[in-house]
């Protein structure tokens, strides 16, 4: 489509006022009105237009050439391949949309270092609450130009910048004491923030007294070299933003030392791993914190006792996600203890090396959240029903099983769950890499009804293994009607004869359902199975 947009010639990229506002018959709503291609005749008199219906035609036939609909009040043109001679038509269109709320041009690459093309105009826009610029190869310029025109859209609330390395290295300070009171949201996602940038994002956090997220995820430089003050500016920056909800620190290269300034810990940080009792004096001051991700971090017994004795200040906190930390199965009842039950939506456990004494704890919780996680436990085998006893009904929106051993049995258990209506809610099924249960217990599961909501199941095997599904695909074959909002089907390393092939491929497609199989029918296959048995049954 880029070298289609190139090839264009320079009548073709202008916008052509004969062709631009011709409303139907006066809506009084511009954008409900499509510009029209065919060629004015001069015997046919037209109204005469106002400038405001002539600009919005131009706005109409600018966005149709890059595939996109008008709208007054956002204005998105990510993954459009604009080029500099876009971005000065489009500055020289926002005069015509003062009712302009949300800018998005991410994903634009061909348009760094030409920014101030469209920053000059911003002033025409000044009631914009969102501007996403993530991925367009700024350079520190762009950047300063943009801090020049955050004054002109005092309404800002939501500035995303992500994707863009030229923000990192000191352009960043070009933002400083421009971005205005009413930011609610900062996006900097990879943007090779060093820590020489943690010392300018301090200042520029400590003047947003209304942000609620910090998104600073991916910027692996950001945590280094502690010693130079950078991260311990920031780290103290938080203390100005009591409306801080989202912290993201994720994959950035934090160290204990760094939670000795940071009063918070996000997950992917593995080195953080005995450094956690630094959070002690410091966490149960975030009284307001709603999620806790420290999955991934190699949390030692210490980390995970100092931990525990927090949780119970942390009144708001509705999902804790320890999982991917091996030493977490041992203190599952005193975590559950810890916590607010009665509020927990997700407590995933994952690759956590649960107990039997694990389990048992945490069929405490089970009755509250909306999603339970225990892939990867081997110890779930056989003891399935523990956990679905303490299910309520209509609760529960995801259960993932994957890689825990289940049994013929385990799966008879989740079936007589599916009758009795515990399930009724449930959205997503993960029962993946469980290739000991028989295939009496695939009937079960499938013949028991009671998934009407679910829209993801998952069956598959584990990598380099296999096995035949023919005694109970006919099962599943006539479940899926019950399954009216099923999108996704995943059946990895089943395998089955080309007819039994032809009928599951069938059933999924006349009902638009995602198949993920490796044996999927070739065309020649196909043709042949048509050709012996004429037309499927439903």
């Not at 001069?42 to 008008?70: H, M, T, Y």
């Not at 204005?75 to 009712?99: K, N, V």
């Not at 994720?250 to 000795?260: I, K, W």
């Amino acid at each position: 489509m880029s070298q289609i947009r190139r090839k264009r010639s320079a009548s073709d990229r202008k916008p052509l006022g004969r062709f631009l506002s011709r409303t139907s018959d006066q809506t009084g709503i511009p954008e409900d009105a499509e510009p029209e291609s065919s060629d004015p005749s001069p015997a046919v008199s037209a109204p005469v237009e106002s400038k405001q219906d002539v600009g919005w035609g131009r706005v109409c036939v600018f966005l149709q050439k890059l595939g996109k609909k008008a709208d007054s009040r956002t204005l998105s043109l990510a993954h459009c391949d604009l080029t500099a001679t876009d971005l000065l038509e489009l500055a020289s269109l926002l005069q015509f949309l003062p009712q302009l709320e949300e800018l998005d041009v991410s994903w634009n690459e061909l348009i760094g270092g030409s920014l101030r093309a469209l920053t000059s105009h911003l002033q025409q826009v000044g009631g914009v609450r969102t501007l996403r610029l993530s991925s367009c190869r700024l350079s520190p310029e762009d950047v300063s130009a943009l801090g020049e025109a955050l004054s002109c859209i005092p309404q800002l609330e939501i500035l995303d910048l992500s994707w863009n390395s030229g923000v990192g290295g000191g352009a960043l300070q070009g933002l400083l004491g421009k971005l205005l009171p009413s930011a609610r949201e900062l996006h900097l996602v990879a943007c090779q923030l060093t820590t020489a940038d943690a010392a300018a994002l301090g200042g520029l956090v400590s003047a947003l007294p209304k942000l609620c997220l910090l998104d600073v995820s991916c910027n692996p430089q950001l945590g280094q070299e502690v010693d130079c003050g950078g991260f311990r500016v920031l780290a103290a920056s938080f203390s100005h933003t009591s409306s801080l909800t989202t912290l993201r620190f994720q994959a950035c290269g934090l160290t204990p030392d760094c939670l000795q300034d940071l009063d918070l810990d996000l997950s992917c940080n593995k080195c953080l791993s005995g450094g956690l009792t630094c959070l002690a004096p410091h966490l149960a001051h975030l009284t307001h914190l709603e999620i806790l991700d420290l999955h991934l971090c190699c949390l030692t017994p210490a980390d995970l006792e100092a931990l525990i004795q927090v949780l119970p200040s942390l009144t708001a906190l509705v999902e804790l996600d320890v999982s991917s930390n091996k030493e977490a199965g041992g203190v599952v009842l005193q975590l559950v203890s810890a916590l607010q039950l009665t509020q927990m939506r997700r407590l995933p456990l994952s690759s956590c090396r649960l107990t039997q004494e694990s389990l048992t704890a945490l069929a405490l919780a089970v009755p509250y959240l909306r999603s339970l996680d225990v892939s990867w436990c081997k110890v779930v085998g056989a003891r399935l029903q523990l956990l679905l006893d303490a299910l309520q009904p209509s609760v529960i929106m995801e259960l993932r099983l994957c890689s825990c051993e289940l049994v013929t049995d385990d799966l008879r258990h989740l079936a007589e769950a599916l009758r009795q209506g515990c399930l009724s809610s449930l959205r997503l099924l993960d029962l993946s890499y469980n290739g000991s249960v028989g295939d009496d217990g695939w009937s079960a599961l499938l013949a028991a009804g009671g998934l009407g909501s679910l829209e993801e199941l998952d069956l598959s095997l584990r990598p380099l293994s296999s096995a035949p599904c023919s005694g109970w695909l006919h099962v599943l074959l006539a479940a899926l009607p019950r399954m009216p909002a099923l999108a996704r089907l995943a059946m990895q390393r089943w395998s089955v004869g080309p007819q039994e092939r032809r009928q599951l491929e069938y059933s999924t497609r006349s009902r638009r359902i995602q198949l993920d199989s490796d044996q999927n029918l070739s065309g020649s296959e196909w043709k042949e199975a048509d050709q012996e048995e004429g037309q499927p049954e439903e």
